[in-house]
């Protein structure tokens, strides 16, 4: 199962991608988690590890050698290591060593990250994490959980075209909640059924129905409740390996909710 993590800046997206991995973990999943936000580089370290792996882009040699990389896999063109890539079907132990960092039963993978000013669009990261994904077949046992970038241009280049599931977060603000009914649209759209809404960073129970209510408005089903959690704002503000307080136990059913999904 490939489920995508979405929603507006900072409402919590690589939190949740980081609780859902490790409760998945815990319970003898086989976790791969895919880095597909360009811009912020920290998911590493909250998943625990102590550096990144080298980024999918990185072996196809750029940017500017994607499209070809993917339209052309006969081309004697092709940078070596990105052969896998031009599969037509990519299971996770194909994946390079090297672009990969893996601790107990958790993996992570990188699209890619803007490093430099003027480097050009970002079209290219869109294009390698739709291809990517729609290639990486999963087994039962295996589930795939994709941090995605910030707002909604992912779903203009197509890059949840074979997710099963979407999972929205929802922080509490007029914003996160309008962002949150364009995701629904856009999902559905691309003929997703399993859309559904996670809240987060919720103060009180108060505000968990207010925003509830809203998002049933928007025809969105919620299946949790994130509170405000201090450990976890700490372990944001130092920078490390995730910690959690009450977080831990109100993603416990999220994850039944989303796996639930998984035949539908
Ligand atoms: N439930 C919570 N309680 C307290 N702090 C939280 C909670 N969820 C997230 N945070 C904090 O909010 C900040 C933003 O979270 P996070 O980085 O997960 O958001 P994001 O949606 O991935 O952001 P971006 O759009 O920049 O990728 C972090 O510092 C994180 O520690
Ligand atoms: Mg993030």
Redesign the pocket.
């Known amino acids: 199962m490939k489920i995508s993590v979405c929603?507006?800046?900072?409402?919590?997206?690589?939190?949740?991608?980081?609780l859902l991995a490790d409760e998945a973990r815990s319970r003898g999943y086989q976790v791969l988690v895919v880095d597909s936000?360009e811009?912020?580089a920290?998911l590493f370290r909250?998943l625990g590890f102590s550096q990144p792996p080298v980024p999918l882009m990185e072996i196809v040699g750029g940017k500017k050698k994607i499209i070809s990389t993917l339209r052309d896999p006969s081309s004697s063109d092709i940078a070596p290591k990105a052969v896998v890539l031009t599969q037509d079907s990519i299971a996770i132990e194909d994946i390079p060593a090297e672009n990969m960092v893996e601790r107990d039963n958790l993996r992570l993978v990188s699209v890619g990250k803007i490093l430099q000013a003027l480097e050009g669009c970002a079209c290219p990261f869109g294009v390698l994490s739709r291809e990517f994904l729609k290639r990486l077949t999963v087994k039962d046992n295996e589930l795939v959980i994709v941090?995605m970038?910030?707002g909604v241009e992912h779903f203009g280049r197509g890059v949840e075209e074979s997710v099963d599931s979407v999972l929205i977060?929802v922080?509490p603000s007029f914003e996160s909640l309008e962002l949150a009914g364009r995701i629904n649209s856009l999902a559905n759209g691309t003929g997703i059924k399993n859309v559904s809404a996670i809240l987060?960073?919720?103060p009180s129970d108060d505000i968990a129905s207010k925003l509830e209510a809203e998002l049933v408005k928007r025809s969105i089903r919620v299946i949790g409740c994130?509170?405000?959690?201090?450990e976890?704002?700490d372990?944001?503000?130092e920078g490390g390996a995730?910690r959690t307080g009450r977080?831990a136990e109100e993603i416990i059913g999220v994850l039944d909710s989303v796996l639930s999904k998984a035949n539908v």
């Open positions: 929603g507006k800046g900072g409402s919590g997206k690589s939190t949740v991608v980081a936000d811009s912020n920290g909250m941090d970038e910030a977060v922080e987060n960073k919720v994130i509170h405000h959690d201090p976890l704002f372990s944001g503000l995730l977080a």
